[in-house]
């Protein structure tokens, strides 16, 4: 039985109960002990009453019988006094049966008692046919003799089950009457033998030797009995053998045992019978006497004890009552306080702590002694171990202090470090516009641009120690971003954006004060499907308009994930969990889980249809609207800013990848047509993110515009031209020359997409899109970036 998990209420009562029930259990055993001794002494009455003397009269008149069956047997003529005799044995044992078969006999006999009972009920049962076969003259004296003397031997077994008395001296007196009573028996025996010897006129074969030896048996046993008996019975049993009858058959007895070779008896038979009947009825009146007084003996004894018993079962019952009471209220006192104990223990691990801990989060102040206070028990063991416990509590709380204190000033050093970093991509991004501006070699116009995405992807990464920090970042629109756009941002910001693909995007818009934070998370979940997929697999990203916002789906073609990394990854994706520097290997998951939380997104990751990973993406419906204008009046957007080339080159930056379109119609003869870029004009492909080229496609459009934009075609400069020298200073242009090569551009870019219709089946190859990786799920696994604050110009896309 393991009893180490019980509850401590549990552990006490088994602590309380086995004494309490092995007290029980002794005071039941001694009552029943002396209990047991009473009854016997009570029902000593009732045995006497019931058993004892109908049996000795039964035994009597069973005496006399026997007697006048062997006379009758050893003369030749019926005895009229044996047909009246057999009448008085009959009612003497019809009352023995009805005694014996009453419910009081019964229950105050033992089984030993009950068993003897029966062996002399079933004695008495032979008696008719042995008087058959005593009439029928079938047995001799001898066999008469033995008849009678068995019934009589079966009464006296019965008489010895009574004397089972507990008090010794009580139970000695009681066997010693018994013996008394056998020795009458011989003494009747010795008489029968006689009486047929007399009547006959000799001793038949083997009678005389009988008769010598029951006289021997009958003193031997009436000396060793009397003997046993208490001195008062002692002295009345010497002054009743000192009486003449006693005297004169005891002289007749010492004549009989003589050898006699005659074979006649040596007693005078008026003298005999005289003396006999004598001696037996004083002997008989003897021990019923000595019955009585023990009977009475026993009675007050049997008082005594049971008073006795009483007191001792009080003050027992008293004992087991008191030692109950006070285990009750020793182990609901221990039950109590160990309860008060384990319940400030709960409190404190369940309740205060972690609202402390979610206080100091907020930055409050917290007060450590009001926070822990002392636990006081009393000064026993269980008050050492609350007082041990509210030091275990100050040094908790304490330590959540201590533990909050440090991951504010790592959250610090994380938001210090990022702002510096975003600080200085910033400038680099705008160094590397200046560049590119002043570039005219396609080559390093080339280079540039891929030194411009890695600055935009450093961003990403520099907002991620914002995020982590707890702060948001810097980037911010005023205005909603259309969703196209909104995915082309992101995917700008992933190195293999080559590699995925946007299949189907439903027209919608997002608020723009969740575009920034919207990217981001797209980004991660696109990185992380591009960088845990084979090369040469596809991402793919959807979207679509479902009844609680808008769903996208990012979905790679990679291994996939075990169910239990699904789990513990939407976990965390749905929790949004504190930041665990343990965990750096899957820093992703907290930036898209703290971004997510922020606005209300909804990220789950699932397995994909062929292998693989799918990132659902639930944008709730507070932040979706419909999809914006595609861009504004090139008039007017030139005089928003004071800088027109540093708005549309920015603006490029965050669009990198163009809204799906179909081929515009063709224009019809006189129209105008888009403005062609300058000649000097840098024209390679670049990856999205700075906005100057889109890649190069199969289909059958012209050269100066793809999916309703205009397309720079890469030239070369003549090879004897030298390149240019980047410096941090402009090229030497006049404002009016940039002015016009920059409103062109924006003016065919406005009305390409006002143009241009969307697509009935979208191109083999749109643009970058997201998915996830063949060895992780597209949950970010990137580590984290950082915002840089909004720019003037930012602010207005």
Request: proline letters at 8%; a neutral charge; zero cysteines.
């Amino acid at each position: 039985m393991k009893t180490r998990d019980w509850p401590i209420r549990s552990k006490l009562t088994a602590l309380v109960v086995a004494p309490v029930t092995a007290l029980l259990a002794l005071w039941i055993f001694a009552t029943t002990l002396t209990f047991g001794p009473a009854l016997n002494l009570l029902s000593a009455r009732t045995l006497l009453y019931d058993l004892g003397r109908p049996g000795e009269t039964v035994v009597t008149e069973l005496q006399r019988e026997r007697r006048l069956s062997v006379v009758q047997l050893a003369g030749n003529t019926e005895l009229p006094a044996l047909a009246e005799q057999r009448g008085r044995t009959d009612r003497a044992v019809a009352e023995l049966r009805r005694r014996v078969d009453g419910e009081p006999l019964r229950d105050a006999a033992d089984d030993l008692l009950e068993t003897r009972v029966d062996q002399l009920i079933t004695a008495l049962a032979a008696l008719p046919n042995g008087r058959k076969f005593i009439d029928d003259r079938k047995v001799d004296r001898s066999g008469a003799l033995n008849l009678y003397s068995g019934m009589v031997s079966a009464a006296f077994q019965a008489f010895a089950g009574m004397a089972t008395l507990t008090d010794p001296d009580l139970n000695r007196q009681a066997l010693a009457l018994t013996a008394l009573g056998r020795s009458r028996e011989l003494l009747g025996q010795s008489d029968a033998l006689l009486a047929g010897a007399l009547t006959a006129g000799r001793f038949a074969e083997g009678e005389h030797t009988q008769l010598v030896q029951a006289i021997g048996n009958q003193r031997w046993l009436t000396e060793n009995a009397v003997a046993d008996l208490p001195e008062s019975s002692r002295v009345a049993y010497q002054r009743l053998t000192e009486g003449e009858a006693f005297t004169r058959l005891r002289t007749m007895q010492d004549a009989l045992v003589v050898p006699n070779r005659s074979g006649r008896p040596a007693v005078d038979a008026a003298a005999w019978q005289a003396s006999q009947d004598a001696v037996q009825q004083q002997l008989r009146d003897f021990e019923l006497s000595e019955a009585d007084a023990l009977t009475d003996r026993s009675v007050p004894m049997a008082v005594g004890i049971l008073v006795r018993l009483a007191a001792a079962g009080v003050l027992g019952l008293v004992a087991v009552v008191v030692s109950v009471l006070v285990a009750l209220r020793v182990g609901r006192t221990l039950v109590r306080r160990l309860s008060g104990v384990r319940t400030a223990a709960l409190e404190l691990a369940e309740h205060r702590l972690p609202d402390v801990v979610t206080r100091l989060r907020r930055g409050e102040q917290v007060d450590v002694a009001r926070e822990a206070p002392p636990l006081e028990y009393g000064h026993d063991e269980i008050g050492e171990v609350g007082r041990a416990f509210t030091e275990v509590q100050r040094t908790a709380v304490q330590a959540a202090v201590d533990e909050v204190t440090l991951r504010r000033g790592l959250n610090e050093v994380f938001l210090n470090i990022a702002r510096r970093s975003q600080s200085l991509v910033h400038r680099q991004l705008h160094l590397l516009d200046r560049m590119e501006r002043r570039s005219e070699d396609p080559d390093e116009l080339a280079e540039l641009f891929q030194v411009d995405h890695l600055a935009t992807r450093l961003r990403r990464h520099a907002e991620d120690l914002v995020i982590l920090a707890g702060s948001a970042p810097g980037r911010g629109w005023r205005n909603p971003v259309a969703m196209v756009d909104l995915i082309r941002g992101a995917i700008s910001e992933v190195e293999a954006y080559e590699r995925v693909d946007v299949t189907d995007v439903q027209p919608a818009g997002v608020l723009g004060r969740a575009v920034g934070d919207v990217i981001h998370l797209l980004a991660e979940l696109v990185e992380n499907a591009t960088a845990f997929s084979p090369p040469e697999t596809r991402v793919t990203v959807t979207g679509a308009k479902v009844t609680n916002g808008y769903a996208l789906e990012i979905t790679d073609q990679g291994l996939g994930m075990s169910d239990a990394a699904l789990e513990t990854a939407n976990t965390r994706l749905a929790s949004s969990p504190e930041f665990d520097p343990a965990q750096s290997a899957r820093l992703g998951l907290f930036v898209v889980a703290r971004l997510a939380a922020r606005h209300g997104v909804r990220v789950r990751l699932r397995p994909a249809g062929k292998g693989g990973v799918t990132a659902m993406v639930l944008l709730p419906g507070d932040l979706v609207t419909t999809e914006p204008p595609a861009g504004p009046d090139p008039a007017t957007l030139g005089a928003a800013s004071g800088d027109p080339s540093r708005r549309l080159v920015r603006t490029a930056r965050r669009g990198a990848v163009t809204r799906p379109r179909t081929r515009p119609p063709t224009a019809p003869p006189g129209s105008a047509a888009p403005p062609a870029p300058p000649t000097g004009a840098p024209t390679s492909a670049t990856p999205p993110g700075n906005g100057r080229d889109e890649r190069p496609v199969t289909s059958d459009e012209p050269d100066d515009e793809l999916d309703g934009l205009p397309r720079r075609v890469r030239r070369r400069t003549p090879a004897a031209q030298p390149r240019s020298t980047v410096t941090d200073t402009p090229s030497p242009r006049s404002p009016e020359e940039v002015r016009k090569v920059m409103a062109a551009l924006q003016a065919g870019t406005a009305r390409g997409r006002a143009t241009a219709v969307t697509p009935t089946a979208p191109p083999a190859s749109s643009g970058p899109a997201a998915s996830s990786g063949p060895a992780a799920p597209a949950a970010p696994t990137d580590p984290p970036a950082s915002p840089e604050p909004p720019t003037a110009t930012e602010r207005d896309a």
